[in-house]
């Protein structure tokens, strides 16, 4: 199964969105890391998202994704299973 990491905020309704739709799709076990209020762990998202301020931050098996219009992107594409899946 794949790894998926998210980084979002507790108010954040496209954190939702994005979290919906892993669900919706069978991955309900994915990683949310809550950045809210935590300086250390923002910056850690900024690292790694190459300077991407908003979240949700997406991650599937260490590739950088982008945000929830990005993964619903994918999934209207028709790429997001393959990628699930690899």
């Not at 954040?12 to 919906?20: G, S, T």
């Not at 809210?36 to 997406?58: A, C, F, W, Y």
Request: glycine content about 6%.
């Amino acid at each position: 199964m794949a790894e998926i990491i998210l980084y979002t905020k507790d108010y954040c309704p496209y954190c939702v969105k994005a979290k919906e739709l892993l669900k919706r799709k069978g991955y309900s076990n994915f990683k949310e890391i809550d950045i809210t209020h935590d300086e250390k762990l923002q910056q850690e998202m900024l690292s790694k998202s190459n300077g991407k301020r908003t979240v949700p931050q997406i991650f599937i098996n260490g590739t950088h994704v982008g945000g929830s219009d990005d993964l619903h992107a994918l999934n209207d594409a028709g790429k997001l299973d393959a990628l699930l899946k690899a």
